[in-house]
């Protein structure tokens, strides 16, 4: 971990005031042992996965993402999966398209934590995906988050519980995001409502 990093107070000011995804400071957060593995079977899928990374970063929680595809590169992925408790992750958040077998596949070869998230890539519009990664079979469970966007935001929203379960500064950032979603919504206007 980075020494600047381990003196920085608890709660980020970026996470009180506002949703900030490019401060500097996040920066720090790539360049540590990840503890979140990002992987998607397409460049393609990045477009949807970058919602993922972009919470991460929020959070700094270091992290790393990879394109591994199930049926394309078959031997890279059973390696991140085989090396992936060694390197330290911790959570894998999967996103694919299609048939979508990367996450199931994934599971099925690591006991890290793999959270899925279905992409829109096919005249399916995600549904694919999602039945595919929602239906694994008894014994090799895979999280299942909502199709697109929204769900690989929360993917990395539940790593980051995941994490904060044994990390107390985690915790107290994720509060912080948290309260200011919160804060967010409380502030909004309609044009007909008088201020209260
Ligand atoms: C899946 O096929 C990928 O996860 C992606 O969602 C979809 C399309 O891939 P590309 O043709 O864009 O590479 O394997």
């Known amino acids: 971990m980075q020494p600047e990093l381990c003196r920085r107070p608890s709660i980020p000011r970026s996470l009180r005031s506002g949703w900030n995804p490019i401060a500097p400071r996040i920066i720090d957060s790539m360049i540590e042992q990840p503890l979140v593995g990002v992987v998607m079977g397409s460049k393609s899928d990045y477009e949807v996965l ?27 992925l059973y390696e991140y999966a085989e090396t992936a408790k060694a390197r330290g992750l911790r959570v894998i958040v999967a996103g694919a398209g299609g048939a979508a077998h990367l996450p199931g596949m994934l599971a099925a070869k ?34 299942t988050l909502a199709i697109g966007k929204p769900g690989a935001a929360n993917a990395a929203l539940f790593a980051a519980e995941i994490l904060a379960t044994t990390d107390s500064a985690l915790y107290e950032r994720l509060a912080a995001w948290r309260a200011a979603r919160t804060q967010e919504v409380l502030d909004q206007k309609l044009g007909e409502e008088s201020p209260t």
């Open 50 to 76: 970058v919602a993922a990374v972009e919470i991460l970063r929020a959070l700094q929680i270091p992290h790393e993402a990879k394109i591994v595809s199930a049926h394309r590169t078959p031997d890279r």
């Open 110 to 143: 690591t006991l890290v934590p793999v959270l899925g998230v279905p992409v829109a890539a096919t005249q399916l519009n995600g549904l694919d995906s999602l039945l595919s990664i929602v239906q694994m079979p008894k014994g090799v469970p895979v999280g």
